[in-house]
C-alpha cells in the first residue's frame, strides 16, 4: 500500500518532494487536479467534491493514507472526508490535513505575533484560528492575510511577480508580525526569495519543513498504517489536466531528482 498526496498542482508537490527525502522508502501517488486550479477560488461544496474525487482516486489505488497537501481542501474538507470517507471498504484507511501541524507549529513558537497568508477559501475558513483557539494556552495572535494572486502566478512560472506581489501584502497588512505562515503549500515555492528580502526582520514557516517531520512521527505512532506501506521507492503522479510545462518537472521528480 502506498502513500497518497492531493493538491491542485506545484503545491502538494514540493511538499512530496521532502517528504521523499526523509522516507524514501516508502511508495508514493500523487493526485493532482490541475483542471480545477486555482482552487482557492472556489466554493467551499466544489473544494469538497474535487477534493473527495482525488481521495477516492488515491484509495482506489491502493494508498493506505492520503496526505491532503493543501490548505484549502484540509480547511474544511479534511474533516469532512474523514466523517464521510474512512467507513465500510475504506474504514481502514486514514486522511491527514496540513492546517493542524501547522497550528502545532505556531503554537510551540517562541514568537506571539503572527501573519497567515493563504487563499481566499483558507482565509475565509477562518480554520487556522479555530484549531488556535481550540488549544486554551495559546498566546499567539494570529492576522490572515488572502493572497489569491499566488497560486496563479506560481503556477505560470511567475516567481518574481509572485515574490513582490506577497512582499506587497506582507508589508501591507502583516504589521508587527514575527513570523508569516505560508499558509498555502504553493507559496513554498517563493519562501527562498521571501526569506531574503525580509531578512531577520520576519521568519517564515513553510510547510515543505514542517510535514515530513509530522508525517515520520506519525508513521511511528500507528504501526497498523506503517506496517503495510510497501517499499519499493515507487513514485506515481495523476493530473487531471495535462500541463506541457509539468513533463520535466515531473520526469526529474520521477527519477528521483525531486520537483
Ligand atoms: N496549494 C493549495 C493550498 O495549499 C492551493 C492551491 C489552489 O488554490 O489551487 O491551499
Same mark, same amino acid.
Given at each position: ?19 521523499? /527525502? ?21 466554493? /467551499? ?7 473527495? $474525487? ?7 489505488? &491502493?494508498?493506505?493514507?492520503? %496526505? ?25 484507511? /486514514? ?10 507549529? %505556531?503554537? $510551540? ?10 487563499? /481566499?477559501?483558507?482565509?475565509? +475558513? ?73 531578512? $531577520? +526582520? ?5 510547510? &515543505? ?37 509539468? &513533463? ?6 520521477? +527519477?528521483?531528482?525531486?520537483?
Amino acid at each position: 500500500m502506498k502513500i497518497g498526496f492531493f493538491d491542485s498542482g506545484l503545491g502538494g508537490l514540493t511538499i512530496l518532494r521532502e517528504v521523499v /527525502k526523509v522516507l524514501p522508502q516508502y511508495d508514493y501517488y500523487f493526485f493532482g487536479d490541475t483542471e480545477h486550479l486555482p482552487l482557492g477560488d472556489k466554493t /467551499k461544496e466544489e473544494i469538497f467534491e474535487f477534493t473527495k $474525487n482525488g481521495v477516492e482516486y488515491l484509495f482506489e489505488h &491502493d494508498c493506505q493514507l492520503v %496526505i491532503i497537501a493543501c490548505n484549502t481542501s484540509s480547511a474544511d474538507s479534511a474533516r469532512a472526508l474523514q466523517q464521510t470517507m474512512l467507513v465500510g471498504k475504506y474504514a481502514d484507511r /486514514k486522511i491527514l490535513g496540513v492546517i493542524v501541524p501547522t497550528v502545532e507549529e %505556531i503554537i $510551540n513558537s517562541p514568537e506571539t505575533r503572527f501573519a497567515l497568508l493563504g487563499t /481566499k477559501h483558507t482565509v475565509e +475558513s477562518g480554520k487556522y484560528a479555530t484549531e488556535l483557539d481550540k488549544r486554551e494556552q495559546r498566546e499567539q495572535e494570529l492576522v490572515a492575510i488572502s493572497t489569491p494572486e499566488l497560486v496563479p502566478l506560481i503556477e505560470a512560472g511567475d516567481y518574481r511577480a509572485a515574490v513582490d506581489c506577497a512582499v506587497k501584502y506582507i508589508e501591507t497588512k502583516a504589521g508587527e508580525s514575527e513570523v508569516v505562515v505560508l499558509g498555502c503549500t504553493h507559496y513554498t515555492e517563493i519562501k527562498s526569495a521571501l526569506r531574503k528580502h525580509f531578512a $531577520n +526582520s520576519k521568519r517564515f514557516i513553510s510547510q &515543505d519543513e514542517v510535514i515530513p517531520e509530522k508525517i515520520k512521527k506519525y508513521l511511528v505512532a500507528h504501526p497498523e498504517i506503517e506496517s503495510v506501506l510497501s517499499r519499493e521507492g515507487g513514485r506515481n503522479i495523476h493530473l487531471t489536466k495535462h500541463r506541457a510545462d509539468y &513533463d520535466l518537472l515531473l520526469q526529474h521528480f520521477l +527519477s528521483g531528482g525531486g520537483a
